[in-house]
């Protein structure tokens, strides 16, 4: 296994018109960034993976860039982010950009030259089609509700749109919008970024024929993840990408893959592929999930979790690296999903996460707030949501009786991705010091207690509890680069695990309950009779390691003799 630094580093999630507003505009922004470096060199953190910051029209915040070349005017100029981007490097921060080219918005200048008119030398740059008998060209619905076909009223065609209408699909088939692509890459690389997240870059070839996808019960549109995750031409785009742009630069990647599966994943992080360093797959966040998506709020069980996971351990154990999650944000607060936000449970539900997925094998990363262990958020109004996805679900479930309202809502209260974009909560200033004027979403009402002032001032924080993981990481290779191994498989409870490397043995406890179940020692381990404490969410204490009652989610890290 080569050693690299991605492969040591941690990653921070900034989703920027939610970190810090610096001028009483209400809206997060690059210079606010740049003011908060300090904060996030002391938490340790080596790579920040920042959201986008693009020129956009801000349909979906940001995902609909209409200039790849400039900086979105509501976060600064191309001054701030050059000055951003020396602070960061000063502190020994990289920063790799959202690059979002599944799509871009309706508003880029490319996508105006191609709904002009069919003969455009643009046209192609876009998909698409004429209509099928007076009807939209396929059944596929669009991830923000409704077809992914826009009729064109001017030039007579319909467009593809798999998010929404404001985001058209580009053309990945032809060669000269991809060397368009890779040319601006090159210019921002050169600039001085540090890598890439690609978002759905899975989803950039598909099928040709575009075939109708299967409807569930109830829904209008038909599903076509089939006819464009993971597509026939995927992997060739990547390596002609790669060795156009990538293998050019010492840099970092990242593939976002709704609907990647582990052998797929091979594919794409393979050492010898020559195609990108880490995907983000969706297997553990989407547990729960139910015939309307994340709208139909499902139980799930902690075996399920640790199949998910070990899945990925072992299948990238001999090739290809893993990016390890609880959160981002699309995803609701990391305590309040997988661990317990009650007052009683929160902090050290928070730290338990935190050591269970900081001691994977894999690249970690930390989204914004998860180090002071924000939560979900319940707003009482739909109108208080700003979220495309969420807003727009709402209105297509409840106009059509398939969820009632009040089931939508509490649905939304677990799952929208608003719970993750409620404004940073710096200190106990109105609107948690995130902003002198009025928040562009409302903040989280408890940032009265949870903000990053009371933990800084916290020895026992759930902040300096990742720092010191981080730190662990630092200074033991175990961590990055030790075999992962499975064990109680099936325990309801407890998710443990050991880490191998040379003559050492790391063994992880994670107790996911408020219970006090018993840990005990597998016949694998026997050999082991005593152990030093590395670190753990409780006061470090003599355990006996062949038999353990853990606290209520307790997490330990044991080196085993
Ligand atoms: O959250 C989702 C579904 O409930 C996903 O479908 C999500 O839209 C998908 O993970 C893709 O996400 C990325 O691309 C979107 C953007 O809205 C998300 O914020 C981004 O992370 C379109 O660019
Ligand atoms: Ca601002």
């Known amino acids: 296994m080569e050693k690299k630094w991605w492969k040591e580093a941690v990653f921070y999630q900034i989703y920027p018109r939610s970190f810090q507003d610096s001028n009483g505009d209400g809206i997060g922004d690059l210079k606010g960034i740049t003011s908060r470096l300090d904060y996030l060199q002391q938490l340790g953190i080596d790579v920040i993976w920042l959201s986008p910051v693009y020129q956009s029209p801000n349909d979906d915040n940001g995902y609909d860039i209409s200039d790849y070349r400039d900086i979105m005017s509501e976060f600064g100029t191309m001054a701030d982010f050059d000055e951003m981007l020396d602070a960061a490097h000063e502190r020994n921060i990289k920063i790799m950009m959202d690059l979002v080219v599944n799509h871009s918005s309706d508003e880029h200048a490319w996508f105006m030259?191609?709904?002009?008119?069919?003969?455009s030398s643009y046209r192609d740059y876009y998909i698409w089609r004429p209509s099928q008998d007076g009807k939209e060209p396929n059944n596929w619905g669009s991830f923000f509700g409704g077809s992914v076909w826009e009729w064109d009223q001017e030039s007579g065609e319909y467009y593809l749109h798999l998010f929404s209408k404001k985001q058209p699909d580009l053309n990945w088939e032809n060669p000269t919008l991809r060397n368009e692509i890779y040319e601006m890459m090159s210019w921002w690389l050169d600039k001085g970024v540090d890598g890439f997240r690609m978002d759905v870059i899975n989803f950039i070839s598909k099928v040709p024929?575009?075939?109708?996808?299967?409807?569930?019960?109830?829904?209008?549109?038909?599903?076509?993840?089939?006819?464009?995750?993971?597509?026939?031409?995927?992997?060739?785009?990547?390596?002609?990408?790669?060795?156009n742009v990538l293998s050019r630069y010492d840099l970092v990647t990242v593939g976002e893959m709704?609907?990647?599966?582990?052998?797929?994943?091979?594919?794409?992080?393979?050492?010898?592929?020559?195609?990108?360093?880490?995907?983000?797959?969706?297997?553990?966040?989407?547990?729960?999930?139910?015939?309307?998506?994340?709208?139909?709020?499902?139980?799930?069980?902690?075996?399920?979790?640790?199949?998910?996971?070990?899945?990925?351990?072992?299948?990238?154990?001999?090739s290809g690296w893993n990016s390890l999650y609880w959160s981002n944000h699309d995803q609701p607060r990391a305590v309040s999903n997988f661990g317990n936000d009650s007052e009683e449970y929160r902090i050290i539900s928070a730290k338990m996460l935190a050591v269970c997925l900081h001691m994977l094998k894999g690249s970690p990363y930390i989204y914004q707030g998860e180090e002071l262990g924000m939560t979900n958020v319940r707003f009482e109004q739909i109108d208080a949501y700003r979220d495309i996805e969420t807003v727009n679900a709402y209105r297509d479930f409840c106009d059509n009786g398939l969820i009632a309202a009040d089931v939508m809502l509490s649905a939304i209260h677990r799952r929208s991705r608003d719970n993750a974009r409620t404004p940073m909560q710096w200190d106990g200033t109105p609107h948690g010091g995130f902003t002198t004027g009025i928040p562009w979403i409302e903040v989280n009402p408890n940032y009265t207690n949870i903000n990053a002032e009371n933990v800084l001032a916290d020895p026992?924080?759930?902040?300096?509890?990742?720092?010191?993981?981080?730190?662990?990481?630092?200074?033991?290779?175990?961590?990055?680069?030790?075999?992962?191994?499975?064990?109680?498989?099936?325990?309801?409870?407890?998710?443990?695990?050991t880490r191998s490397w040379n003559d050492e043995k790391w063994l992880v406890v994670c107790n996911f309950s408020e219970g006090t179940p018993l840990f005990q020692l597998p016949e694998s381990l026997v050999s082991y009779t005593s152990a030093t404490w590395v670190t753990g969410n409780y006061a470090e204490s003599a355990r006996n390691i062949a038999s353990l009652e853990l606290q209520p989610y307790e997490a330990l890290v044991l080196s085993l003799k």
Do not use: C
Not at 478 to 495: P, S
């Open 460 to 497: 026992d924080s759930i902040y300096y509890f990742y720092r010191k993981l981080i730190q662990v990481r630092k200074e033991n290779e175990i961590v990055v680069y030790g075999k992962y191994d499975l064990i109680l498989d099936e325990h309801e409870e407890i998710y443990a695990y």
């Open 258 to 318: 709704p609907g990647v599966d582990v052998e797929e994943a091979k594919l794409y992080t393979g050492d010898s592929r020559n195609e990108l360093n880490m995907v983000f797959h969706f297997e553990h966040v989407n547990l729960g999930y139910g015939e309307y998506g994340r709208w139909s709020v499902g139980e799930w069980k902690l075996p399920e979790l640790k199949t998910i996971f070990s899945k990925w351990q072992y299948g990238l154990e001999e």
């Open 113 to 119: 030259e191609s709904r002009s008119s069919k003969d």
């Open 209 to 243: 024929g575009l075939p109708d996808g299967e409807v569930v019960s109830g829904l209008t549109y038909g599903n076509g993840m089939p006819f464009f995750a993971n597509g026939p031409r995927i992997h060739e785009y990547l390596q002609e990408m790669n060795s």
